[in-house]
């Protein structure tokens, strides 16, 4: 199985700060990499996917980057409803394994 | 507008049987690929199962030989048939849908049902 080691596991940020989320699988998945932003009790939703595709409806500020086996998630300027847990999940083969997630909280 | 809605959570004794439901309206079922994700109680998501387009189902080993993925076409629904049942199968069960691009995003989810396994 391909394992996905997201970091950090959490992380403290202001509002209008930049963050990166780092995302790094045990073997090369090209580019079969998809991030998701989970709100509490709620469904994950997705963001990017394909590595650096921007799903409809998200906003601008969020973008990925990243192909083989190091991928990053980055928000330009932190929002207040920015604040969720972020998952990477990779499609490349089965099964398709997420990252442990990572905790934005508020500073 | 694409929606999906899980039904058939509950609390179950470790052992038994249950069927969760996944009703999807605004596209067709057969004609994508569909998973099962789950989340235990205060935990990361977890990959389940798929069944793709072609009919073909794949699983996690955890569940292997215990979880059923399949689809009724003229219902539009997916389902997942859960037997033999542990604690640690005790978790938020969410559907999606993979979107048709690379990688398979999943863009659309249910609003998850909970599976509690407990005596």
């Known amino acids: 199985d391909i394992q996905m080691a997201q970091s950090p596991s959490s992380l403290s940020a202001s509002v209008g700060d930049r963050v990166t989320i780092t995302c790094r699988a045990s073997?090369?998945?090209?580019?079969?990499l998809n991030w998701y932003q989970q709100k509490p009790g709620k469904a994950p939703k997705l963001l990017i996917y394909?590595?650096?595709s921007l799903q409809g409806g998200v906003p601008s500020r969020f973008s990925g980057s990243g192909s083989g086996t190091d991928f990053t998630l980055t928000i330009s300027s932190l929002q207040p409803e920015d604040f969720a847990s972020y998952y990477c999940?990779?499609?490349?083969?089965?099964?398709?394994?997420f990252g442990q997630g990572t905790k934005l909280e508020i500073k | 507008e694409v929606q999906l809605v899980e039904t058939g959570g509950g609390l179950i004794q470790p052992g038994g049987s249950l069927r969760l439901s996944c009703a999807a309206s605004?596209?067709?079922?057969?004609?994508?690929?569909m998973s099962w994700v789950r989340q235990a109680p205060g935990k990361g998501l977890e990959w389940v199962s798929i069944?793709?387009?072609?009919?073909?189902?794949h699983y996690t080993d955890s569940v292997k030989g215990r979880f059923t993925i399949s689809r009724d076409n003229s219902k539009n629904t997916l389902y997942l048939q859960m037997n033999s049942l542990r604690a640690e199968d005790t978790a938020v069960y969410y559907c999606?849908?993979?979107?048709?691009?690379?990688?398979?995003?999943?863009?659309?989810w249910g609003h998850g049902t909970l599976v509690t396994v407990s005596s």
């Open positions: 999940q990779q499609t490349y083969s089965i099964p398709y394994t």
């Open positions: 394909a590595a650096s």
């Open positions: 605004g596209f067709t079922v057969s004609s994508n690929y």
């Open positions: 999606a849908r993979s979107r048709i691009a690379v990688a398979d995003p999943l863009d659309y």
């Open positions: 073997q090369s998945i090209n580019n079969y």
């Open positions: 069944t793709y387009s072609d009919g073909s189902t």
